[in-house]
T-cell receptor, first 116, second 109 residues
């Protein structure tokens, strides 16, 4: 089956620093990748959609200058949280849709970010 | 906008059957997904319904009524490992998923 990895699986950083999270499709080419954020005991909230070679499309209320997304290849998308604050602490999950798929998304294992 | 409602929490007994309901109001519809998510882990795919009716897959079944904006996930022969959150998600035009708030299911011995 399709496998999506994320790195790191967890990270602790100081307030004001930047953190980069990688999302990779390991055995398929992902034309579209999605970034979600999930706060404790809440559901997934879509942050942005990225298509390979194009600028990401951000959901309403998500600051594009704070959450930088790069989808440079068909197997890699990165999310950089810039100038992180404690309120950015959350579980960040990516998902990927393959070239041959019209609807199914494969989720990564998630990255737990804690900003101190 | 979209509105996807599901119960916040449910409790059931090991070996029993439980039905988790989901109602939705969306401007477009390209299908409804159910995912299982254990705490601290990513969601895993359970089912996809785009046509009305029941889809059965082992102990799990999912039902859809598009005219009623309604779906349910049926779990049979509950096991302790089924304790998890179950997420209902609707795919709109553009093939983006919008998730409901999730239902936390607790299975008791």
């Amino acid at each position: 089956g399709a496998v999506v990895s994320q790195h790191p699986s967890w990270v602790i950083c100081k307030s004001g620093t930047s953190v980069k999270i990688e999302c990779r499709s390991l055995d398929f080419q992902a034309t579209t990748m999605f970034w979600y954020r999930q706060f404790p005991k809440q559901s997934l909230m879509l942050m942005a959609t990225s298509n390979e070679g194009s600028k990401a499309t951000y959901e309403q209320g998500v600051e594009k200058d704070k959450f930088l997304i790069n989808h440079a290849s068909l197997t890699l998308s990165t999310l950089t949280v810039t100038s992180a604050h404690p309120e950015d602490s959350s579980f960040y999950i990516c998902s990927a849709r393959g070239v041959d798929s019209t609807y199914e998304q494969y989720f990564g294992p998630g990255t737990r970010l804690t900003v101190t | 906008g979209q509105n996807i409602d599901q119960p916040t929490e449910m409790t059931a007994t090991e070996g029993a059957i439980v039905q988790i309901n989901c109602t939705y109001q969306t401007s477009g519809f390209n299908g409804l997904f159910w995912y299982q998510q254990h705490a601290g882990e990513a969601p895993t795919f359970l089912s996809y319904n785009v046509l009305d009716g029941l889809e059965e897959k082992g102990r799990f079944s999912s039902f859809l009524s598009r005219s009623k904006g309604y779906s349910y996930l049926l779990l049979k022969e509950l096991q302790m490992k089924d304790s998890a959150s179950y997420l209902c998600a609707v795919m709109e035009a553009g093939n983006m998923l919008t998730f409901g708030g999730g239902t936390r299911l607790m299975v008791k011995p």
